[in-house]
């Protein structure tokens, strides 16, 4: 059984920066993939950033330049450092990780304020 546990999600100011941290039960080099999606009230889950096993990262147009997701294999975690966060940022922020099976953590809330 896979579990993955966010933290980091809280309350900022625009402007301001956090770092999302997922936790996994187990190796995350067995992974094909791990990344970040993220929910807002009344719209759908979407990609924010995505790590392949090979290390080839993808971000979302709307987080590029601002977000940089990285893995530590030896923690067995996949952060997203978020900087210069925006009232739009605001959602619910998971972790996915994608192996036999898509896997999903229970979800971090983010808040920005204006």
């Known amino acids: 059984q896979v579990q993955l546990v966010e933290s980091g999600g809280g309350l900022v100011q625009a402007g301001g920066s956090l770092r999302l941290s997922c936790a996994a039960s187990g190796s995350i080099f067995r992974f094909n993939a791990m990344g970040w999606y993220r929910q807002a009230p009344g719209k759908q889950r979407e990609l924010v950033a995505r790590?392949?096993?090979?290390?080839?990262?993808n971000y979302a147009d709307f987080v590029k330049g601002r977000f940089t997701i990285s893995r530590d294999l030896a923690k067995n975690t996949v952060s997203l450092q978020m900087n210069n966060l925006q009232p739009e940022d605001t959602a619910v922020y998971y972790c996915?990780?994608?192996?036999?099976?898509?896997?999903w953590g229970q979800g971090t809330q983010v808040t920005v304020s204006s």
């Open positions: 996915n990780a994608v192996g036999d099976s898509p896997y």
């Open positions: 790590e392949t096993r090979g290390g080839s990262r």
